[in-house]
């Protein structure tokens, strides 16, 4: 279990944080860039407004995911970053609170996208957007592609990259294909036929894997999320990122209140803290997310890379029922592993 305390200098606030609990917020989020992302954006300036100090729980959503299993008669986590389908997981095993709405004043500002309800409950809010897009080699392709059947051009065979059903983006990716391809509500035989003639260089478990592959040159087109690529471009890799004329695939990074959560209150709060625009501003600089509050003010260099492109908004992503993506995930996974795996 790996855990860290981030140790705000604003400890020196006695009395700051008398409206809310004393004890340390359990908050688990991903590691690596996203996980900086959080502790600068969101963690220290909680700290620095409550006086609480925060416990970062690392790991992905499918290790938090099982730790609130575990802990669920008494849980350590006081809020969880989720992604989506996991999110609605948790929600169906009885792992979260129903967040007040009430008590956010930057609630106000989210948008309708990023609220997530179950009957009359909200059980997740969105701090958010990044997008599956079509990352190239600038060395290899001369023009920006334009549409995902760009990625079954014989130029290209056997240095294409797309997610499988291992990675979060995997099952998404077939169900939007298919949408852009055939149709929204098609039987997914045309898009599995399509697939199934992918001359593929790689089917990635890992979006580091597929970073990877492009770094070394193995890969020349791909389905990577925007936030990976940026940052390979950003690091002065010879990669662009577009969104194609069919769209792209999108989700969000979700927040979650830990059902019997000791800290409730404070949990709110760190709630309230992300959804700022100063928050919302800052994760947009640091990890090209696109914000779920309204009315943040962009550069246009910042822009371009939202998973929404400049001049775009979250109207512009496709953004799935995941409730409908887990109902279909076995299907596709045993059918991926039947038709696609050679």
Same mark, same amino acid.
Not at 49 to 59: D, F, K, Q, R, S
Not at 225 to 237: P, R, S, T, Y
């Given at each position: ?25 359990? @908050? ?17 300036p909680f700290t ?27 849980? @350590? ?26 008590? #956010? ?5 989210? @948008? ?62 077939v169900i939007f ?40 040159g193995d890969i ?37 209140? @830990? ?11 760190? #709630? ?14 640091? #990890? ?55």
């Amino acid at each position: 279990m790996i855990k860290y305390v981030l140790l705000s200098s604003a400890l020196g606030l006695i009395g700051v944080s008398q409206a809310y609990s004393a004890e340390p917020l359990t @908050v688990a989020y991903y590691g690596g860039n996203w996980g900086e992302a959080f502790d600068k954006c969101v963690a220290k300036p909680f700290t620095e407004e409550t006086g609480i100090a925060v416990v970062a729980e690392i790991g992905n959503s499918t290790t938090t995911f099982s730790k609130l299993q575990q802990q669920k008669s008494d849980p @350590v986590i006081d809020v969880a970053y989720l992604d989506g389908g996991i999110s609605e997981a948790a929600q169906e095993a009885g792992l979260l609170e129903p967040i007040n709405m009430a008590a #956010l004043v930057n609630g106000k500002s989210l @948008v309708p996208q990023a609220i997530y309800k179950d009957a009359d409950d909200v059980f997740a809010v969105g701090t958010g957007f990044y997008s599956l897009g079509l990352t190239y080699s600038t060395n290899e392709i001369d023009e920006a592609p334009e549409s995902w059947k760009d990625l079954w051009n014989e130029a290209y065979a056997g240095a294409v990259a797309i997610p499988s059903p291992n990675n979060s983006a995997g099952v998404p990716f077939v169900i939007f294909l298919n949408n852009a391809f055939n149709g929204e509500g098609q039987d997914l035989s045309s898009v599995f036929a399509e697939l199934s003639t992918l001359d593929t260089g790689l089917l990635y478990d890992t979006s580091g894997a597929a970073s990877n592959a492009f770094q070394s040159g193995d890969i020349a087109i791909g389905a990577h999320f925007n936030v990976g690529a940026w940052d390979l471009i950003d690091a002065g890799m010879p990669i662009g990122f577009v969104v194609p004329k069919e769209g792209v695939w999108a989700t969000d990074v979700r927040m979650h209140v @830990v059902k019997n959560s000791k800290n409730a209150d404070a949990a709110q709060k760190y #709630l309230d803290v992300a959804l700022s625009q100063k928050a919302a501003h800052c994760l947009a600089e640091n #990890l090209y997310l696109g914000p779920a509050v309204a009315d943040v003010s962009l550069t246009s260099e910042i822009e371009k890379k939202l998973p929404w492109g400049e001049g775009g908004s979250v109207d512009d992503l496709k953004l799935l029922n995941w409730s409908e993506v887990n109902a279909e995930r076995a299907d596709i996974t045993d059918r991926w592993n039947r038709e696609i795996v050679k």
